[in-house]
């Protein structure tokens, strides 16, 4: 399989087109419009500009425990946690609330809540104020410190964007 990239110019306006020779269909079509010498992530399609961080947690979560995502690459949570997804192997017994914080060189700050209910394997409560967070800060998650007799085998995902 070979790639291929075609440019095309019309108008003052760069078409980019790269096409996929043995399957014979365009993967991705850009246009480059006069003045922009770059592209940058918010010209892209959403599912370029999207990161997924996840949060896998095997057993059971330990008491306050925190799982640490270091940032290699600048991005924004969105307000809400909109777009995070959960789920959970083993229901909680009740409300079991994950806190998401930004750890920077000046400490933590909470962004977020993840709620796991025991209202099905998938189903949460979000929210929080989001939060930019650029290359070498954390991205921090933290367990309920008094934890759910039952919650087991869970993970989270929360869906960021690039900036």
């Known amino acids: 399989m070979t790639d291929t990239i075609l440019v095309e110019v019309e108008d003052e306006v760069s078409t980019v087109i790269v096409d996929v020779i043995a399957g014979g269909m365009a993967a991705a079509v850009v246009e480059v419009f006069p003045g922009i010498s770059d592209i940058d992530y918010p010209q892209l399609p959403d599912s370029v500009e999207r990161v997924l961080l996840s949060f896998p947690v095997a057993g059971r979560p330990a008491p306050n425990g925190a799982v640490h995502v270091p940032m290699g690459m600048a991005i924004d949570i969105p307000a809400g946690l909109a777009g995070t997804v959960t789920y959970a192997a083993i ?26 209910t025991a209202s099905s394997t998938t189903s949460c409560i979000l929210g929080g104020s989001g939060g930019r967070l650029e290359v070498g800060d954390v991205l921090q998650l933290v367990a309920p410190v008094l934890p759910d007799p039952t919650l087991s085998d869970l993970g989270i995902t929360i869906m960021a964007n690039r900036t």
Not at 93 to 100: E, Y
């Open 91 to 116: 229901l909680p017994t009740g409300d079991a609330v994950f806190l998401v914080n930004r750890i920077t060189a000046g400490g933590a700050t909470q962004i977020g809540t993840v709620t796991l």
